[in-house]
């Protein structure tokens, strides 16, 4: 058959590049199941998936790249991968497609699922001189969990005979803790006033911060600014300035000052807390995004605990999950300090920043759903088992 032929070819297309067995770690005693993910675009859902599959299955868990690469998609390579780890079930995300590991894993009885699947490709992407091949690939897929219905229609065309759109896997929870006694004591001093956090704000950022404060002072006489600077050693130093130069009211964390109505800048030093302020602040401007390289705190942390996000231009490595948060209309984009003033007073309407943090906080919390079907797929595939 063409496909047999397709594989044949696919198969010695690696001879070139085939490798020794690499020195993988002893594997674990127990039932194991392989998580694979190509790229880290999905990494945090499969670390979720593998994380309650631990916890509430007994399960070893082999992540790739983590505990160990993925071998070369090369009969004699799969075959000493698949003889080391011995796996219940292998789940690769995204759609990448490993003709000879899924020959190998059928002719053992191994299952095969995608995950958060959205399209289909070859792990070297042969298919154009390889026609077939991806068909053949895929009629080893025991299921396909797409991503949404467009990724869905792609793998129907591709071949797929068993496809269910599924959508995102749960990611680890972002809420941070806080000590409910502190929130509570804080939330008594603060009383009614309107608050707002600029989380790790760099030196380059100070001022814009600074500036969209005074501004919307304007707007609300009352507004506090919970300040926490990137380098903690600054809070003294910052403190002084703000004082001193240009007259603000400022309190320290550091010295146990309390944020007290007079207080117009409350300066925090203190990296483990932003838990706290989260909960305190129903609006959050992610420091970094600005005036530095990129984000210098993940926005899932403020969208989980029910701030409104602000933030600049620059996401840096948390890039797909302020695209996340943007395309559901759950943050707020600004490209200046003009901008920043303007976003902040419009968001200190208590409803309007509500509906942010609400739409932020569905994207955090997103996945559960997908999550669970493939713990109960999982487990129906694999019961039985040694």
């Not at 194991?32 to 979720?48: K, Q, Y």
């Not at 399960?59 to 790739?64: E, H, K, M, P």
């Not at 932020?360 to 129906?380: F, H, M, P, Y």
Request: glycine share 8%; with cysteine; proline share 7%.
């Amino acid at each position: 058959m063409a496909f047999s032929l397709g594989r044949r070819l696919y198969d010695l297309a690696w001879r070139s590049e085939a490798t020794d067995r690499p020195a993988w770690p002893p594997r674990p005693a127990g039932r194991l199941i392989w998580l694979h993910s190509p790229r880290p675009t999905v990494a945090c859902g499969m670390a979720e998936l593998g994380r309650r599959l631990a916890e509430e299955d007994g399960f070893a868990i082999l992540r790739s790249p983590l505990g160990a690469e993925a071998p070369v998609d090369r009969t004699p390579e799969v075959r000493s991968f698949l003889d080391h780890w011995r796996p219940e079930l292998i789940a690769i995300a995204e759609g990448e497609l490993r003709p000879a590991l899924f020959r190998e894993a059928v002719q053992r009885n191994i299952p095969i699922l995608l995950l958060e699947a959205r399209e289909p490709w070859l792990v070297r992407g042969r298919e154009a001189l390889l026609p077939g091949l991806i068909r053949s690939a895929l009629a080893d897929v025991r299921l396909v969990l797409a991503l949404d219905d467009g990724a869905a229609r792609a793998f129907r065309r591709a071949g797929a005979a068993q496809v269910e759109v599924a959508g995102r896997l749960e990611e680890e929870s972002a809420a941070l803790p806080c000590l409910e006694a502190e929130r509570a004591a804080l939330a008594k001093v603060m009383a009614t006033r309107p608050v707002w956090l600029a989380a790790m704000v760099p030196e380059g950022e100070e001022a814009t911060v600074i500036a969209a404060h005074r501004a919307c002072l304007r707007l609300a006489h009352r507004l506090l600014l919970v300040m926490v600077p990137e380098n903690p050693d600054r809070a003294e130093a910052l403190a002084a300035r703000l004082t001193e130069d240009e007259g603000w009211t400022v309190a320290l964390r550091a010295r146990d000052e309390e944020p007290d109505p007079e207080v117009e800048v409350y300066i925090a030093d203190n990296l483990q807390e932003f838990g706290l302020w989260y909960r305190l602040a129903p609006v959050t401007f992610v420091g970094g995004t600005l005036a530095a390289q990129g984000a210098l705190r993940n926005p899932m942390e403020p969208a989980a605990l029910g701030s409104a996000i602000l933030h600049g231009p620059r996401t840096g490595v948390y890039g797909t999950a302020f695209g996340r948060l943007g395309a559901a209309r759950a943050a707020r984009a600004v490209g200046s300090a003009n901008d920043l003033a303007e976003a902040l007073g419009d968001l200190l309407a208590p409803d309007k920043a509500a509906r942010l943090a609400q739409a932020a906080w569905a994207v955090a919390s997103d996945g559960a759903e997908a999550t669970e079907k493939v713990l109960g797929l999982i487990r129906q595939l694999t019961e039985g088992g040694g």
